[in-house]
């Protein structure tokens, strides 16, 4: 048997089908104690009569028997379509969980779990789908009432809507603050909706909220049934679709306005779309909002993976797109030059793997390095002779027991110097004190068998390896760094760590830094220049972590 409530709404339904567009709105339940503020005298704001008021075709239902809502809600679905203006108010208990929400029956005992409650609730999301049907010009307020049945497993109090319809507003907060704003603010011909929500307590809005358009046009007094302002509800279509931003969102509104205002805009917007092959890969990436600092850690595993993104800066030029491509190749990934989160974990996983692999190749070359070293010692004698330990300093110049052929050297050429004649020291010194290829030389050839001989001719093979112009292209790169004090003492310090000896970590590169650097670097293959350049900086920058920053 059909109720009185439902009749009247039957009665009231009947007729629309015959009507030209117009608004709509369906105003369903209360909790007990509201309810005479929707049917009946009381001091809150009759909704239903204030819409009615305002030229609304207006339907009512109480919320004791959701079956009733139900079906008031499905016949607004048959004549939603090409509607200007749709306001769906609920007004009772809600419940929720992370995505959904439910408003429950007047009256109904809980708990309602997650299975329970699509038995004996309305769903949010259904609603909200009803109100897309009329995109720009559809609100849905949510008057929230404290009590209700009590939420079970998987629910909780309150209501959080999932995803909003394109064009839909839906409003939010205690019961008499939204009927108070239903019933009088929304309803204030030629007002913006964000304007009153800005001056609006206790309602919250999201969705569609434009502050370029009205929700009801300024101009005389509405009839009943009032003429559509076609241009009103066309500009509020094409703002909802340039908020959505995608093609489909213009196609939607070239449907209904092919030969609107806006027409030639949207199907340029919808030809700049489909002109960029991988703007939905773009705007994925923008969605992330990537900072400065996690773009140069994407560029550093780049650098890792062998995907050259010519710097580590930050910034996503043409280098950086190509080796995101790169990457996204060998892995099997669509080749767009943008990555996804997904893609930047996977990124990160190979990186560390990479880095793994590369420190454990770089031990066992130290481990090597250092055997073939202390072979080279006891081959030579041990430091017994000088010719042993320049032996043996030619080889391994950064050696373990470099430091000690040094000074044992050092000691020889101070026992040459006080036994050499005065005319071979003479010459010596001048030889030194000019430190030229061509002094050391002039040197030999007055004294090819003098006390410094096998020093003078050291000494020319270092400068000649010199004069190459490798160590002045290394000098040069290390220069372009900028390096300050603060970062070469944080550089000597993790050469400390490592083990490598590089002397006091006082910020000033001196010989036995030079032979730390080129330690590391012999042990990881690069070139070995002891000095620093991008490749050197870079590996040192995945042991160091945060080195980088400090370097830009």
């Known amino acids: 048997m059909k109720t009185p409530a439902r009749l009247a709404l039957c009665a009231a339904l009947a007729v629309l089908p015959t009507l030209s567009a117009a608004d709509r709105a369906l105003v369903i339940g209360a909790m007990p104690e509201e309810r005479q503020g929707l049917f009946g005298a009381s001091s809150r704001p009759d909704v239903a009569a204030a819409l009615r008021a305002a030229g609304f075709e207006t339907v009512a239902v109480p919320g004791d028997d959701l079956s009733e809502a139900r079906s008031a809600l ?6 939603a379509d090409g509607e200007e203006r749709i306001v769906i108010y609920l007004s009772g208990a809600f419940l929720r969980d992370d995505g959904r929400s439910w408003m429950t029956e007047a009256g109904a005992e809980g708990p309602l779990d997650l299975v329970t409650v ?11 789908a009803v109100a897309g049907r009329a995109p720009g010009g559809a609100v849905v307020a949510l008057a929230l009432v404290g009590n209700g049945p009590d939420p079970g497993a998987g629910l909780r109090r309150g209501a959080t809507p999932g ?9 939010q907060g205690p019961s008499a603050s939204v009927a108070r704003f239903v019933s009088e603010d929304l ?3 030629g007002q913006r909706l964000a ?15 434009t502050d370029r358009v009205p929700f009801l046009p300024a101009g005389p007094e509405r009839a009943a049934i009032p003429a559509p302002d076609r241009d009103a509800t066309e500009r509020a279509r094409w703002e909802a679709a340039r908020e959505r931003g995608d093609a489909a969102a213009y196609r939607d509104y070239l449907d209904r306005h092919p030969d609107g205002r806006f027409a030639d805009a949207a199907r340029a917007a919808i030809a700049e779309i489909e002109a960029e092959p991988d703007r939905a890969a773009r705007l994925a990436e923008d969605a992330l909002n990537l900072t400065r600092d996690e773009r140069r850690q994407i560029q550093r595993h780049l650098t890792l993976l062998d995907h050259e993104p010519r710097g580590i800066d930050g910034i996503f030029g043409p280098g950086t797109r190509g080796a995101i491509t790169r990457f996204q190749r060998d892995a099997g990934l669509p080749e767009t030059g943008y990555l996804s989160a997904r893609q930047i974990e996977m ?6 793997r990479r880095q793994a692999e590369l420190e454990a190749e770089a031990e066992r070359r130290r481990l090597e390095q250092e055997r073939r070293d202390r072979a080279a010692w006891e081959a030579t004698g041990s430091g017994a002779d000088e010719a042993g330990l320049r032996t043996y300093l030619q080889r391994f110049p950064d050696g373990l027991f470099a430091d000690i052929a040094t000074e044992r050297l050092a000691d020889i050429e101070a026992a040459k110097r006080d036994r050499a004649a005065e005319r071979d020291r003479l010459a010596w010194e001048e030889a030194r004190a000019a430190g030229t290829v061509a002094a050391y030389q002039a040197y030999l050839r007055a004294f090819p068998d003098g006390a410094f001989a096998a020093e003078a001719q050291a000494r020319i093979a270092a400068l000649q390896d010199d004069g190459s112009g490798r160590q002045q292209q290394a000098r040069e790169a290390e220069e ?3 390096l300050n004090i603060l970062t070469r003492t944080l550089v000597e310090r993790r050469l400390d760590q490592l083990g490598l000896e590089p002397g006091p970590a006082d910020g000033v590169f001196d010989e036995a830094t030079r032979r730390a650097i080129r330690r590391f670097q012999r042990a990881r293959d690069l070139a070995v220049t002891g000095y620093l350049d991008e490749a050197t900086v870079s590996r040192m920058l995945s042991d160091v972590g945060g080195l980088l920053e400090r370097l830009r």
């Open 74 to 79: 499905s016949d607004l679905l048959a004549v």
């Open 118 to 128: 699509e038995g004996a609730a309305l769903s949010v999301e259904t609603v909200l």
């Open 163 to 171: 995803a909003v319809p394109q064009g839909v507003t839906v409003l």
């Open 187 to 189: 309803l204030v011909p």
């Open 195 to 209: 304007t009153a929500l800005a001056a609006a307590r206790d309602v919250s809005a999201t969705g569609f909220v």
């Open 347 to 352: 990124l990160d996983r190979q990186a560390e």
């Open 480 to 482: 372009a760094l900028g």
